[in-house]
Antibody
């Protein structure tokens, strides 16, 4: 059974940084594409970024609106991946989900809440 | 960038009625990388349909997806009270991947 658990969400001040993690079980992280998706309070779903599987070079892509503030990294030995978020703004307040794709089927974690506020 | 538009914005129906939700893409999408989700307040989105027409594991057969190219449909044949919430369409074929704004389903 595939299980994804996000962690690292917290209250952080504007301008601060935060690192989210997504721990996976039931799959080998390096073998699959994955996304980070977020949802601001009362809003819809927003794609944040993607990391491709190892055979595709673990390349990354990000939503243009993030202006280079976020970066995705993998820890294949830990079967997990991370989302480093810098220069956080109040608009970044959201629940952040990791999503893995296995044979084209998306699998979601339960999310972790990031609150950016002074 | 592919923009997804969902209609209607809100649907208010009674239990047992049929619900039809639409999602239109601004340009053609490979249906293999198109899905539908259901989300209730405080919960993560739940995958209903992947590959435009394949039900995800555990999804009852009253949910069905169809469509190709730019036009996709989610049909709920007989609404149950637990079907209330917001339904999102999603494409994940070419970056930036995107979601529709959602259709809110209310059960009378």
């Amino acid at each position: 059974e595939v299980r994804l658990v996000e962690s690292g969400g917290d209250l952080v001040q504007p301008g601060g940084s935060l690192r989210l993690s997504c721990a996976a079980s039931g799959l080998i992280v390096s073998e699959h594409d994955m996304d980070w998706v977020r949802q601001a309070p009362g809003q819809g779903l927003e794609w944040v970024g993607r990391s491709t599987k190892k055979i595709d070079g673990h390349t990354t892509e990000y939503a243009a609106s993030l202006e280079g503030r976020f970066s995705i990294s993998r820890e294949d030995s830990q079967n997990s991946l991370n989302l480093q978020m810098n220069s956080l703004k109040s608009d970044d307040t959201a629940v952040y989900y990791c999503v893995f794709y296995i044979s084209g089927i998306p699998y979601w974690g339960q999310g972790t809440l990031v609150t950016v506020s002074s | 960038e592919i923009v997804l538009t969902q209609t209607p914005g809100t649907l208010s129906l009674s239990p047992g009625e049929r619900a039809t939700l639409f999602c239109r893409a601004s340009r053609s999408v490979n249906s293999r990388y198109f899905g539908w989700y259901h989300q209730k307040p405080g919960q993560a989105p739940r995958l209903l349909i992947y590959g435009a027409s394949n039900r995800a594991t555990g999804i009852p057969d009253r949910f069905s997806g169809s469509g190709s190219g730019t036009d996709f449909t989610l049909t709920i044949s007989r609404l149950e009270p637990e079907d209330c919430g917001v339904f999102y369409c999603h494409h994940y074929v070419t970056s930036p991947f995107s979601f529709g704004p959602g259709t809110k389903v209310e059960i009378k």
